[in-house]
């Protein structure tokens, strides 16, 4: 908008210039004059083309991008679909790992919120227990599982992802 004012002035100040100019030539102003003044009509007509070419082009690389923008707003949704799907997926393979550990319900639900980072505080706060029955459950499951602690538990299901 600013833009599109100052394009405004510039050709006001070119054509109200302009007509200076050729009354100045009808009055018989000096040419050194009448040249002045001609060279603001020009350097005024030549920034006001040179503002309306950049404006142009803002706007059409400002089109660009929105449909830029809307085509990565599509991948992102796609994606975030294929995500999604992936947890889904990757839940199923973990509760599947659950059962071939004999993990009982009690158990499975303690070691995803294991999983998901959760203290056994919090998880004993979630799951309305105490905390030292947690923490024995947590101690059931490592030993199910082979593993020895919660660090090494999480990290049996992620270091088929690390290369």
Do not use: C
Not at 21 to 47: A, K, N, R
Not at 83 to 102: C, D, P, T
Not at 131 to 158: C, M, P
Request: charged content about 25%; glycine content about 4%.
């Amino acid at each position: 908008m600013k833009d599109k004012v100052i394009v405004l002035i510039l050709v006001i100040i070119m054509l109200l210039n302009f007509f200076d100019v050729i009354t100045d030539i009808s009055l018989g102003v000096p040419m050194w004059h009448v040249f002045s003044e001609s060279l603001i009509v020009i350097v005024s007509g030549f920034g006001a083309l040179l503002l309306v070419k950049d404006i142009r082009s803002r706007t059409l690389n400002t089109v660009r991008l929105k449909q830029e923008l809307v085509v990565s707003d599509d991948k992102l949704r796609n994606i975030s679909q294929e995500m999604k799907n992936a947890r889904h997926a990757y839940s199923h393979v973990i509760h599947g790992q659950f059962e071939q550990w004999h993990l009982t319900l009690s158990e499975q639900e303690i070691a995803m919120l294991l999983l998901k980072g959760l203290s056994f505080k919090e998880i004993s706060s979630v799951r309305n227990t105490k905390d030292k029955t947690v923490r024995q459950q947590a101690s059931v499951i490592y030993s199910k599982a082979n593993v020895e602690g919660r660090h090494e538990f999480a990290a049996w299901f992620l270091e088929d992802f690390m290369a």
